[in-house]
């Protein structure tokens, strides 16, 4: 009966492994190259297992009270969630970390071998991870037929992603700090040079943070998002089949056609950005038929309004074209914010910082503007479950979303690889222009996960509503006029501000750790500068492992024991707001946060290029400073509140009834 | 009938008037000291005048509009709020600017006949806007007794505080950022040197800003939130007159608080933040029986839970004085938030911006907690109007909460005359001290605004409501399953952010026109720095001047369109949620700027102190980046947020009959 879900999915996983093994049979480079990449695989399979290991402390304890307080069913979604998210992460980023020198040594030969490489390593992350999640949710399904069960498997897949953002953002960005404070500006020497002893673990980051953990989150909101449309539809359908079983053919529909469109990514010269916007275009324009051809095939014109359903899920599909349009503009250097950033450094670096703030700040309203105005029209088309549809419809890019997003971190690191291996100047003119393409690609896919996750968790705020009904009988209306409501939206509002700012810190923290520990080397390995003798790249990488564990636990607590004290102390009113509060300051914290980052960053690829004096100048030394801050924003804090707002839902939907 | 509050108004003023003889006849100084006191006074002037003329352009036609869609009441107490504003922050920085000379003066005695005339300075601006504001509410009820009409004095005074909010804090800091750029970076010489062109417009800045501003909002504050509470009470009790009018009377029983209070401000030794809050907590401590004895004498007891509203106003002393505690924590040089600010900075301006930003956003969690526990606690007891009186209980300390924090501008300007003037080291070493506690009394009595704003504008939203269901004669519920509700809270949680970024990038425009002025006077005019001529302070004030009235018209359109947009597009249900939008992410975007900004602006004094490497170090560089970044954070976009929540309110209770 699911038999397309199950056919799409397992395609796209063959698609995937087809794609991963064009990758890896292309030529590795030299054994200096093979060397470098070694200790980058290591250090990154070294730091995802200690990860998982520590995940795992706190997620046994979750899956035995899950058992406890409900059965065994829920408790295994839970397990399914996090193994399956944690699998994503883990098969993408394998990938990642081998085809970074097949790119480096396909960049000898020229800029289409090396893009076409790159693509296809990212694409792995991307199809491996829409088809796992699809797999699993609709495995689950048929193997329970519980949606409480798949909440469970939401949950699971949440809270790994929590894990995975946070700290794999906090590991790659205090490694870069780390790495950038000792080695660019105490010691003098250039980034990705093999005498830091720090510019390992700076490599590894990439890929744990930029790679797994974008696949760990981005596995978390397509699973999160299929399951809330179908607990929805259930819950307003009275549990007809047809509709909660209809996002699963949806997904697979879409999937398919993504499958197709990434086919349509061709470079033509050197227009990196366009090549990948027209498979995502593609993407979009396959997914209209495809959506039609299921809401006609699956859904009864007699009991539902399927047209009304199919116009839904179009408003998604424009609004992530508009979303990624609006990122786009923020943050790519061709247009006005990144270039008045560029330019205010001119004046120094509070400058820099002051208009890199207000245009995070400004950035934030026409995004939110679209998810209000999709939701409305979809709402306005077909109900509820219309917002849910366009939350999934949404979701359905994922896979060309992705696939254009993690060939970032495998660009990154082939420079990094190609500076290391002292490869020839060519190279690196092939692979920087990949690397800066991927700062707005990177911004575009958080802005992405971010809208999506705005209106996932609308849906989860629905179904936690409706849950509530369910479960006292009564209708809860969640009156703005109602005290305990207003006090719930505050607290829920403090959480993003609290989680950001504890994030922000972390980085700080690990990073000092990092500092020490370069410093350390320098002094105590003799001739480290001279080239004579060789840092101890895996005790930095141990070192920037350790500390990134650590800081993860206290933010990610304070997620999880929130709603549960709220819903206890000040009761279900209180959590529905508690609920919007989150995700109203969430969108806002996170959007200004990634879109403003990536702001920064590109200001000051602009001043490279020789605009307001170039590289060394003033306003690039200033530059420097915007770009230091953006990175905790873009690539800790912002993304990793993405996946909070979904949890804090996922709890409050899980634990509604012990709250009455 | 009114009498009582006539008449402690009344003293209010005479009290003020009393000080500012109290000023005004102490020595000026010598005739180097009168002319740059006369220079500033005449800079500061000129800007209010035209300030005033420019916002009329705006206030007329509005005003024909009131009366069109109202009546001459209506348009008349939007007048009455309009001028009055006005001339609260008019009166205030007229003594302001003449106590600066006199308090220099004053110095060369010794501390505490300088710290006794700062103090009075900034008691004249205090006790002058509260008893304006009691004056104003009271005589304009006690001639129309149309509440509407008092609604039109709010949005009267609204309005007019938020173009001083804005235009003055645009003024301050692109003064402040101006000369700094030219004077300090490029041309290496000191602050507050005469050679510089924009000094005067400098220390014009501190008093339209930081004065004038200031009182402008605080007036505000208090008209708005004592006409919400009055609303309030009308409309949840039919109309009956002594609870209407408790208000008042509450009002000006703290009033005689706060004279006697401010008493109690004794300086021993150097203790002056000490000395400043002993005057708080007496004018606390004597406002409790005298809310006592109101409620006594002015309620029965049969009609009227009178024991649980006189404990609804000691929730609101708590919540002041804890709001105050908080704030001195995060903007203290005595605890951890600045400390590892400043720390942060020995690894460069980039993690100082990292981590000021973090704890800016930290900043909020406790504020918001002690708001949300206030809000609670007053609502358990009385019911929404036990949160209007903890409103109410709360801005009654406004008098005493002003003197503490205008004396702050006077002692930086003093310190300003000092240095032109060439006084005695010993000089700066008496306002030095005085200035620095300056910066941390600002970003508590902002937080103790922006707190206060933030329970005053929920009474504003159930006076909304109320005004709604009057006007409809149906019961409106504002649910959060509501898409119009949901999209009204989204966009207007934009408003502040998008409000927040335009006002920071105007601060950046209007600089740029100052330093391209001073520029262009070192270029011009030959022999500025030999000193052999003088530079034209005229010509730099005027344009700063114009930069920032120019600057502040557009946010200000937006804010006060959105709402009318919100509700003419989307309807009453939306623009509840619209409401309700702006007040949370306005309290977070506006606590995290103002603590996070004075955190920042004392890190770099802790530095300057001898910490770190002390002035000149690589860490007190870095400490003045972030110090930069502050300025515009803490002085100009987040106070201004805090009239920002209140218009958009006011606008919507006023023109809900036509949205509907």
Do not use: C
Not at 191 to 220: H, K, S, T
Not at 561 to 569: E, Y
Request: aromatic share 10%; net charge neutral; charged share 15%.
């Amino acid at each position: 009966m699911l038999l397309f879900p199950i056919v799409a999915s397992l395609l796209s996983i063959l698609y995937a492994v087809f794609l991963a093994w064009q990758v890896l049979k292309a030529p590795r480079g030299d054994s200096q190259m093979q060397d470098i990449a070694k200790a980058i695989q290591e250090g990154a399979l070294a730091y995802l297992k200690r990860q998982y290991r520590t995940v795992a402390i706190v997620a046994i304890p979750i899956l035995a009270v899950l058992w406890w307080l409900f059965d065994l069913e829920v408790a295994g979604g839970f397990l399914v969630g996090a193994v399956a998210s944690a699998f994503a992460g883990v098969f993408g980023m394998m990938i990642a970390v081998r085809a970074n020198a097949r790119v480096a040594e396909g960049a000898k030969k020229g800029f289409p071998e090396a893009f076409s490489l790159a693509f296809r390593g990212g694409a792995v992350t991307g199809f491996f991870v829409v088809g796992l999640a699809l797999l699993a949710v609709t495995a689950y399904y048929l193997a329970t037929q519980n949606l409480q069960a798949l909440i469970g498997l939401g949950f699971g897949g949440s809270l790994i992603s929590v894990f995975a953002r946070l700290g794999g953002g906090i590991y790659t960005k205090a490694a870069d700090v780390g790495a950038d404070i000792v080695g660019k500006v105490e010691k003098g020497i250039p980034e990705d040079d093999l005498r830091n002893p720090a510019v390992i673990a700076d490599n590894v980051g990439d890929n744990v943070g930029d790679d797994a953990g974008m696949a760990a989150d981005l596995f978390e909101t397509y699973a999160v998002t299929t399951v809330a449309a179908m607990v929805l539809g259930s819950l307003l359908f009275s549990g007809v089949k047809e509709v909660i079983e209809l996002p699963l053919f949806m997904g697979a529909a879409a999937l398919i056609a993504s499958l197709l469109g990434s086919m349509a990514v061709r470079i033509s010269g050197k227009a990196i950005m366009r090549a990948l916007y027209q498979g995502l275009i593609a993407s979009a324009i396959l997914s209209v038929p495809a959506f039609y051809f299921i809401l006609n095939s699956r859904i009864s014109a007699d009991a539902f309004p399927r047209m009304a359903w199919f116009f839904a899920s179009l408003v998604g599909i424009a609004v992530t074209l508009l979303l990624v349009g609006i990122t786009e503009y923020y943050t790519s250097k061709k247009f006005r914010p990144v270039q008045s950033i560029a330019e205010a450094s001119k004046t120094g670096s509070g400058t820099n910082v002051i208009i890199g703030l207000a245009m995070g700040m400004e950035s934030t309203a026409a995004p939110i503007m679209v998810i209000v105005a999709g939701a409305l029209l979809a709402y306005g088309l077909a109900g509820l479950f219309g917002v849910a549809l366009a939350a999934v419809a949404m979701l359905s890019l994922a896979g060309i979303v992705i696939a254009i997003d993690a060939f970032g971190p495998i660009t990154d690191n082939a420079g990094g690889i190609a500076e290391m291996a002292n490869l020839p100047e060519s190279v690196r003119n092939v692979t920087d222009p990949l690397d800066a393409v991927g700062n707005t690609t990177k911004a575009v896919t958080k802005a992405y996960a971010i809208g999506s996750a705005g209106l996932a968790a609308l849906v989860l705020f629905v179904s936690y509503t409706q849950e509530l009904e369910h479960v006292t009988g009564r209708i809860f209306n969640f009156e703005l006029g109602d005290p305990k409501v207003l006090a719930g939206l505050f607290l829920g509002g403090a959480v993003p501000y609290l989680f950001g700012s504890m994030a922000m810190r972390a980085v700080g923290k690990a990073a000092g750790s990092v500092v020490e520990e370069v410093r350390r080397q320098f002094r105590e390995i003799k001739g480290i500068m001279e080239r004579t003798a060789k840092p101890d790249y895996g005790s930095a990488v141990d070192i920037v492992t350790k500390a990134a564990l650590k800081e993860m636990f206290l933010p990610t607590a304070i997620v999880v024991a929130s709603p549960i004290l709220v819903g206890f102390l000040l009761g279900p009113e209180a959590l529905g707001g508690f609920l919007i509060g989150t995700i109203v300051t969430g969108l806002f914290v996170a959007i200004s946060m990634t879109s403003g980052g990536a702001a920064w960053d590109n200001a000051k690829k602009y001043i490279e290029e020789g605009h307001f004096g170039g590289k060394g100048s003033d306003a690039h030394k200033a530059a420097i400073t915007g770009d230091t801050v953006g990175d905790p924003y873009k690539d800790t804090a912002g993304p990793a509140i993405n996946p909070v707002i979904k949890v804090v839902n996922i709890i409050a939907i899980l634990l509604v009834r012990f709250f009455v």
